[in-house]
């Protein structure tokens, strides 16, 4: 009998609206400084406040654009989370724990809005994790290796937890 030969099964994040607080937020940050450029008298502080205004708001636009991008990516040896152009490997021989659970709510600052979590977050009971998430607290799925602890929301989370538990008894 030959070998299965494990392929590469993507799963897609978890729907949500994380997207449009990105968006708010870029708002937030662009629209006010729009009136700056009436102001043409006072060029330097136009042109400052504008620069600012670009600076910080475009960054969330362009995480925005990125979001439909969220995925996770199983493979025979390693579960590779990808966001934009970012891509991060775990090494299924690595992983030491995989659980569904909430996590606790910290008061300290990272990128974390309702339904998005990216890169490292604090949170209250679990220290920093490093998400790639469409949900922030509840529903996720935590996984520990020796160097970090992550967290992922896969749309399809039964057949993620099944596929990576038969993957990980190969491992």
Known sequence: MLPEVLTVKVYRAAPSAGWIWLIGIALLVIVPTLPALLAVRQAPVVLITVVLGL???????????????????????????????????????????????????SIWSSMRLPGFAMWTVDYADEGRVFMCATRALKDIVYIVTPRRKYGITPADEEDFLRELTRRLKRA
Do not use: C, N, S
């Open 55 to 105: 600076a910080i708001g475009l960054p969330f636009l362009v995480m925005a654009y990125w979001f439909p991008t969220i995925r996770y990516e199983l493979g025979p040896d390693k579960l590779v989370l990808r966001y934009g152009p970012f891509r991060y490997a775990i090494r299924l021989d690595d992983i030491q724990e995989v659980t569904e659970r909430d996590l606790a709510f």
